[in-house]
Nanobody
Framework: QVQLVESGGGLVQPGGSLRLSCAASGFTLDDYAIGWFRQAPGKEREGVSCISSDGGATYYADSVKGRFTISRDNAKDTVYLQVSSLKPEDTAVYSC????????????????WGRGTTVAVSS
């Protein structure tokens, strides 16, 4: 079955860190840029970060620059999002998504979505 599976979410205190993973199943990630989107309750979905298919280009939303780091290991068909210095406003369901080759961070260009992993930041 072709799918993206996220993991690594959880409850963390403000200032804490998590590493989110997005693993491909049933296909290889080599030709796909992978983006991370998040959606908080009652808010619109937001593009957070993206990495191109070869890892040569990365993008971050202004709200997470300097705190989040995206990386990929194509040998493991996995993309990672290190989320650090977390704030309560980072609380959301984080989903990874595949686009062909390059990042646009436009939901309409996504060819495959994961189901998401929940990050909750609270003291």
């Amino acid at each position: 079955q072709v799918q993206l599976v996220e993991s690594g979410g959880g409850l963390v205190q403000p200032g804490g860190s998590l590493r989110l993973s997005c693993a491909a199943s049933g296909f290889t990630l080599d030709d796909y840029a992978i983006g991370w989107f998040r959606q908080a309750p009652g808010k619109e979905r937001e593009g957070v970060s993206c990495i191109s298919s070869d890892g040569g280009a990365t993008y971050y939303a202004d709200s997470v620059k300097g705190r989040f780091t995206i990386s990929r290991d194509n040998a493991k068909d996995t993309v990672y999002l290190q989320v650090s210095s977390l704030k309560p406003e980072d609380t959301a369901v984080y989903s990874c998504a595949a686009e062909f080759l390059s990042c646009s961070m436009v939901p309409g260009h996504v060819v495959l979505w994961g189901r998401g992993t929940t990050v909750a930041v609270s003291s």
